[in-house]
């Protein structure tokens, strides 16, 4: 017991003070102080209710992304019969119930048919993502499968990770977090975010942009009740906008997507004063918005942004360089603010904001105040109870106590974690509980004494028979800390790292370095008796 | 220097002769518990009843008006409001309902809060915005499965510790402390009507780690006991288990509860819940320890003789991997 090689404690006193220094940078920024920027400085994190800030949660609309993959495929078949020599015939086409179907005019078509749709059923890395099923010899169904599904919307949402990320740069915050949690969902934490209107407006626009051909066949009472043509759909004008509240039928196909942009700009239009906004086609959206415009003059068509229509201008003349100009009743701000988001991308599949917290920045300031002076009264009040009631073994706890802090701190510091307000309250409980692996030792040591142990035998024992009851204690407390982990989001998960970093911390200090204190002094004084 | 006792030498305190009436106690507070949750029903906060809900502290005053506050907001047109004191008298929490379709229009909820908001700032220039929270219903109904869940898998995981390291009889005497514990706990929101909210679900399942200590600390006492006193009558032996590690199970609850108490009054407000969660957990965990650890495994038939042949070889294998046979 009371041999402790040198090396072991060069090892252990090297192990506290350089866990301990760690902990310094944040201790200078707590206090306000400035840390010398030549030395490294992990800091611990404030998380979003210290700091103060916005933690959006988004998901994703996954049944989007399942009618959309439909309607690609409904296009992509079209095109394959089309293109084939000869030609393939089809008809009857539906794309409901989760499956696209459609019919040969010949039956004979039917193994060229398969073999044309043979590669397309295959994705990326050799999996399949659709299934195809042959019905009464000429009817062809194409069935999603569960792993193309599955790889379509895990593609899906990192790219709107993505696009989200690139939104956000835009607005031009100071350290985002964005993860994808889930198949689902996106956490975006914004910290010290003053409004969080501009952010949440820019991610819920999907800027899905769409130029489709008006249908002129289609009976203007119908279109105002909502109801399509066969071929055709119908969308309402977007709010702000003249026609406002009326609908307009469009070509269900043949139209093209605003997603093969370089470039969109807010700008004003010089001949009426219009706040517009200019896009760029890259060659391949350049050539398709050519091949649209030429062989449709004199026709209009709609230019639709997520859904809604913003205008359906005519087509005057071709429009071959490449360039477009979407007018919409825009005001500037509204104009930027489609400009960013064309530019970031279109979301792949629409977000829908289902949680959202906001904190004000002085919450954050004040709660620090408030914890440290709780935690500071709290200690205070430990160390007088550990000093009274066990005297000079209550002086080692105390000393414990304090590196078991600077560690637990210099250790988050390290690991890069997050300081929330719950964490505040794990500190606190981390300090009150820290010592009771002292009290059980030392409480061991006067019963061994009482029973007439010599001095370093008693102190043998107190280390020894209470290590069982730290041990059990401190895994019933890791147990319910990695429940918590599990259980938490943000805050609660601040409180969780705390409590369970704190459990080793505690361990080492309350009980290792202690040890090395007392065994330290008996073999300086080798004391007859001891006070305890 | 003459140092502090909490407990004196010797004491010897007949706890099993109050076994009855301490485990009739125990039995009616865990049902009071559940009655106070069931009449009463918790006040779940934003994060379990979705909504949205808006934190303001009047820094300037005695205490938030809250009254005139229910009247303002109620005038908003978003239904009753919930305006209630925020772990103290100077901060509030405002809660509104969602109304339907809001959770489909991005924006629409927060826009709420932020009318909300413009209105009491209106009538109130001093205040301060501490915080606008929305929660979708189906997050918060997420938040309420995951909370459940994740409190019986800490209670069934430490109990099975508890049971490996000890006997079955143990293990259920942990389990029955738990229940006891975070019954409590509940049924002191349920009856206080402080609001129930995550952070409160966080300080439950800390305190199903923490309430345990001292239960381990009488529980390795008995195992002790029960192998050096191999003819000892069992009531007398828990009494005396008790009885040694008592100034130990004072000591450790009272260097938490220091730790605790100032935190509790001179805190963060937005802490005072979970902190008082806590707090209380570990009170009544230290109770459950001291009265009901021993008798409950008196009433389950911990023998001596049931229990050294098993432990014994526990004993061999410890003895094994500190390298002692």
Known sequence: MLEFPLWKKLWLWGLTLAASLLALPSLFNVAGLDWPSSLPDPQVNLGLDLAGGSHLLLEAKADDIRVQRLENMEETVRQLMRNAKPRIRIGDVSTGEGRMSFMLDSPADIDRARGLLEPVMQGANLTREWDLTVVDGQRI???????????????????????????????????????????????????GLEDPDALKSLL?????????????????????????????????????????????AVRRLGGIRGDNLTDAKAGVD??????????????????????????????????????????????????????????????????????????????????????????????????????????????????????????????????????????????MALGGFTLTLPGIAGFVITIGAAVDANVLINERIREERKRGRKVVAAVEMGYKEAGRAIYDANATNFISGVALFAFGSGP????????????????????????????????????????? | MKLLKLVPDDTNIKFLKLRIPFFVLSIVLILGSWAAVFTNGL????????????????????????????????????????????????????????????????????????????????????????????????????????????????????????????????????????????SVTVGLFALTQMEFSLQIVAAILAIIGYSLNDTVVVYDRIRENLK???????????????????????????????????????????????????????????????????????????????FVPTESAVDKQEKLARGEV
Do not use: C
């Open chain 1, 141 to 191: 169904v194409l069935t999603p499968t569960a792993s193309g599904i599955e790889a379509a919307l895990d593609s899906a949402m990192d790219s709107a990770t993505e696009v989200v990320r690139r939104r956000i740069d835009e607005l031009g915050t100071r350290e985002p977090t964005i993860i994808r949690q889930g198949a689902t969902r996106i956490v975006v934490q914004v910290p």
């Open chain 1, 204 to 248: 819920g626009k999907t800027a899905q942009l769409e130029f489709k051909l008006v249908d002129l066949n289609a009976l203007p009472e119908n279109v105002q009740a909502g109801i399509a043509p066969a071929g055709s759909q119908v969308f309402p004008y977007a709010p702000g906008t003249p026609m406002e509240g009326r609908f307009e």
């Open chain 1, 270 to 411: 010089p001949n009426n004063n219009q706040n517009v906004v200019n896009i760029t086609f890259d060659a391949q959206g350049g050539a398709k918005f050519a091949k649209l415009t030429r062989e449709n003059v004199g026709k209009p068509f709609a230019i639709i942004l997520d859904g809604q229509v913003l205008s359906a201008p005519n087509i005057n003349e071709p429009i071959l360089g490449g360039s477009a100009q979407i007018s919409g009743s825009f005001t500037a701000e509204s104009a930027n603010e489609l400009a960013i988001a064309l530019n970031s991308g279109a979301l792949p599949v629409p977000l829908q904001v289902i949680e959202e917290r906001t904190v004000g920045p002085d919450l954050g300031a004040d709660s620090i105040r408030k914890g440290l002076l709780a935690m500071t009264i709290g200690s205070l009040a430990v160390i007088v109870l550990m000093v009274a009631t066990y005297g000079r073994f209550g002086i080692y706890a105390t000393v414990a106590l304090v590196f078991n802090v600077l560690m637990l701190l210099g250790l």
């Open chain 1, 492 to 532: 609660v998960k601040g409180f969780a790292v705390v409590l369970v970093i704190g459990l080793f911390t505690s361990v080492f200090t309350g009980v290792t370095l202690t040890r090395m204190f007392v065994a330290g002094w008996l073999r300086k004084t080798r004391p007859n008796d001891i006070t305890i």
């Open chain 2, 43 to 182: 006040n779940f906060g934003v994060d379990f009843a979705g909504g949205q809900e808006v934190r303001m502290t009047f820094e300037e005053r005695e205490a938030a008006p809250i009254a005139s506050l229910r009247e303002l907001v109620g005038g908003l047109g978003y239904g009753e409001p919930v305006v209630q004191e925020f772990g103290g008298p100077k901060t509030v929490s405002i809660r509104v309902a969602l109304p339907e379709g809001a959770e489909d229009t991005p924006g629409a909820a927060t826009a709420i809060g932020e009318k909300v908001i413009a209105a009491i700032a209106k009538e109130y220039p001093d205040v301060r915005t501490d915080g606008n929270d929305t929660v979708s219903g189906k997050v918060a109904g997420e938040f309420r499965d995951q909370a459940i869940l994740a409190l019986l898998a800490a209670m069934v995981a430490v109990s099975i510790y508890i049971w490996v390291r000890f006997e079955w009889q143990f293990g259920v005497g942990a389990m029955f402390a738990l229940v006891h514990d975070v």
């Open chain 2, 228 to 306: 050096k006193f191999r003819k000892m009558p069992l009531p007398e032996l828990l009494d005396l288990s008790v009885n040694e590690t008592l100034s130990r199970t004072v000591m450790t609850s009272l260097t938490l509860f220091v730790a605790l108490i100032p935190l509790l009054i001179f805190g963060p407000p937005s802490l005072f819940g979970m902190v008082a969660a806590i707090t209380v957990g570990l009170f009544i965990g230290t109770y459950s320890s001291v009265y009901m650890a021993g008798p409950l495994l008196l009433w389950m038939g911990v023998t001596s003789n049931s």
